[in-house]
């Protein structure tokens, strides 16, 4: 993917990802599927004209408030605006989009999991992982700071992953069995 740019790579990640989203929201405020497909292309045309597209925190709702602020512009220009438009958009707020605090909590036990289960690995296996998939160098770039070739990196990589996929698995059917369990304790003490 060499003649991706930057930029497309994290378009595609964090902003075309949510592309419906976007999409329904605009026609949500313009009510017009023509009018709501130019304000989510304008949209997409100012994300890439921004020099420190990178620095931002949260793509989609950056996205969400310019897609925003486009219709509000298009209405001050009109020559009539419903008055149910002018309404709905003061009423009108994008969601936020940051998680809540048990979704951070749970996100933060599992990479404490995943990291635990580095730490196990062996350390050829663990090297060739962080490199890859933490530090995002290509295979070859692994293989020559190595010192072995790609497809040693490949074999070390697919080994790491069913081991870390094997491990996180486990502790999720654990999880699984504790919660179902605790569901009929709870049951068992209320009857």
Do not use: C
């Not at 060499?2 to 990640?13: H, K, P, S, T």
């Not at 017009?32 to 949260?58: H, K, M, S, T």
């Not at 149910?84 to 969601?95: G, I, K, P, W």
Request: net charge negative.
């Amino acid at each position: 993917m060499a003649w991706l740019r930057d930029i497309d790579v994290w378009f595609a990640d964090h902003v075309f990802a949510y592309d419906q989203q976007t999409r329904r929201y605009a026609i949500s405020l313009v009510r017009q599927p023509e009018e709501a497909e130019e304000l989510v292309q304008e949209a997409y045309a100012r994300l890439f004209a921004l020099d420190d597209w990178a620095g931002i925190a949260n793509p989609h709702a950056f996205t969400m408030r310019i897609v925003r602020n486009l219709a509000i512009e298009r209405f001050r220009r009109a020559e009539v605006v419903r008055l149910d438009h002018r309404a709905m958009l003061h009423t009108l707020e994008v969601a936020d989009q940051d998680p809540t605090p048990d979704v951070v909590a749970m996100d933060r036990s599992e990479l404490q999991h995943v990291v635990k289960v580095m730490q196990e690995m062996p350390p050829r296996m663990r090297e060739a992982m962080t490199l890859r998939r933490i530090e995002g160098l290509p295979p070859a770039q692994v293989a020559e700071r190595m010192n072995i070739s790609v497809s040693t990196v490949e074999t070390h990589l697919v080994k790491a992953l069913r081991l870390l996929m094997q491990r996180l698995n486990r502790t999720e059917a654990r999880a699984r069995t504790e919660q179902a369990s605790w569901e009929t304790k709870e049951r068992l003490e209320r009857s």
